[in-house]
């Protein structure tokens, strides 16, 4: 079973920073593309960005562009999420998703792969 854990939620003001990390076990890691999502209270939850397999491609939502980053490192099974100039909307839960197929991680599907349990980012005005 392959199982993502998210960490390094938390509180910060607008215009500042965090770093979401996401370890999932196990030898595959390298198997998965690697996403970020998040749900915000009342919405649905929106893709934020994605990276194949060794990194090669990212891809983010148009609304993060130029903000945040995503990285893996293959060998400590672990993908990043690295967030500047925070915003208020930018609230969320957000969660680490593990996709069998780079080319449909976009859609988040449960069928597709694999969710933690998510992590509560909070940017404050």
């Known amino acids: 079973q392959v199982q993502p854990v998210e960490s390094g939620g938390g509180l910060v003001q607008a215009g500042g920073s965090l770093n979401l990390s996401c370890v999932v076990a196990?030898?595959?890691?390298?198997?998965?593309?690697m996403g970020w999502f998040r749900q915000a209270p009342g919405k649905e939850r929106e893709f934020v960005a994605g990276?194949?397999?060794?990194?090669?491609?990212?891809s983010y939502a148009d609304s993060v562009k130029g903000r945040f980053t995503i990285s893996r490192d293959n060998g400590e099974n672990t993908v990043f999420l690295e967030m500047t100039s925070l915003k208020p909307d930018d609230t969320a839960v957000y969660y680490c998703?593990?996709?069998?197929?780079?080319?449909?991680?976009?859609?988040?599907?449960?069928?597709?792969?694999?969710w933690g349990q998510g992590t509560q980012v909070t940017v404050s005005s």
């Open positions: 196990g030898n595959t890691f390298s198997a998965y593309a």
């Open positions: 990276i194949s397999y060794i990194g090669a491609g990212t």
């Open positions: 998703y593990a996709a069998r197929d780079y080319r449909r991680l976009r859609e988040g599907s449960d069928e597709d792969g694999y």
